[in-house]
């Protein structure tokens, strides 16, 4: 008997962002623009809902028992958040120090959503090659807020502007995909991104009514597939 070994195709670094048609590889959509030119007026920029309950839907595990529920009073809930938020902060400036830098850690706090801003001289060290070391330091900072604080907030861990400008180059590539699947009237496959960026090209996609979306994959090779309404 003779094996053959079956091709399968490359995926990509998540968010580096490239476009399959028809499951073959199309025009390459990047991701990679000059963020010089994304415009200084974002400097004063809030995070969208988009951000703020962006991975609210997605499965969760927890050693929680599930079937005793929650009971908190106001005052036991504030210290257990700001012990967590503690927490937090020292474990991010920690992680930072560890990779070679100096940091020192705010937080901005808005509702279900809490921001840890990184101060570096380092920043680019602390993002990492598209974003992959801070999408998993805001996956670790999510995790050690939760073991503290059992009610569910939203974390986002930033440097600088970094999740500002992300956030309006997923805009342009949410565009720029629905114009061509509105062009081509054929289906689009994004390249894997983290669960909150899905969620932020799929909230901008949601009000055009032309277009479709959905995730497909499993993480953390899950990715959006762009379509048509039907």
Known sequence: MELTPKHVPKLEEAGNISLFENKERADYISDNQDEENLGSDQNNYEYSETIEYADLDEPKHSNLDQTKPIIEDDETSLSSRQDAIRHVITYLEDVVEVYGASAKVSVDEKHNLITFNIDTNKAGLVIGKHGKIINSLQTLAQTIFQYHQQRRVAVV?????????????????????????????????????????????????????????????KEPHRYLVVEVAK
Do not use: C
């Open 157 to 217: 861990v930033n440097v600088g502007d970094y999740r500002q400008r992300r956030e309006s180059i997923l805009q342009n590539i949410a565009d720029r995909t629905a114009e061509r699947v509105l062009r081509t009237k054929q289906p689009i496959f994004l390249e894997p991104l983290p669960a909150f960026e899905r969620k932020q090209i799929h909230a901008r996609l949601s009000k055009d009514t032309r277009i479709s979306t959905h995730s497909e994959g």
